[in-house]
């Protein structure tokens, strides 16, 4: 009912950057009321990086805070993981979460994954 698709991902040197983007289509009536970026390095369990809410409320884990940006444009459908200063342990791939609701049923959020995007960060 809603896809997402995750784009921006590469190869990148240590201390570059990388901006993903976040694309939801296929339902009209849906409304994003937060987006969420996931990543999974190999061997490791899925980790939230940061979020932000419909009110522009932002959270960063401690890994990235201070490197990474998230921000959106919801009326578009669309959300951005700006990454700076990129290390090797920023490996990964990395996932859009997004949740929000339908006008039919705005009492109960839905929550949807993106297939993910490949970073590589060489040292």
């Known amino acids: 009912q809603v896809q997402l698709v995750e784009s921006g991902g590469g190869l990148v040197q240590v201390g570059g950057s990388l901006k993903l983007s976040c694309a939801a289509s296929g339902s009209t009536t849906f409304s994003i009321t937060k987006m969420n970026w996931y990543r999974q390095a190999p061997g490791k369990q899925r980790e939230l990086v940061a979020s932000i809410s419909s009110g522009g409320v932002t959270n960063y884990a401690d890994s990235v805070k201070g490197r990474f940006t998230i921000s959106s444009d919801f009326p578009k459908n669309t959300g951005f993981l700006q990454m700076n200063s990129l290390k090797f342990e920023d490996t990964a791939v990395y996932y859009c979460?997004?949740?929000?609701?339908?006008?039919?049923?705005?009492?109960?959020?839905?929550?949807?994954w993106g297939r993910g995007t490949q970073v590589t960060v060489s040292s």
């Open positions: 979460n997004v949740g929000g609701v339908v006008v039919t049923a705005p009492w109960a959020e839905q929550y949807y």
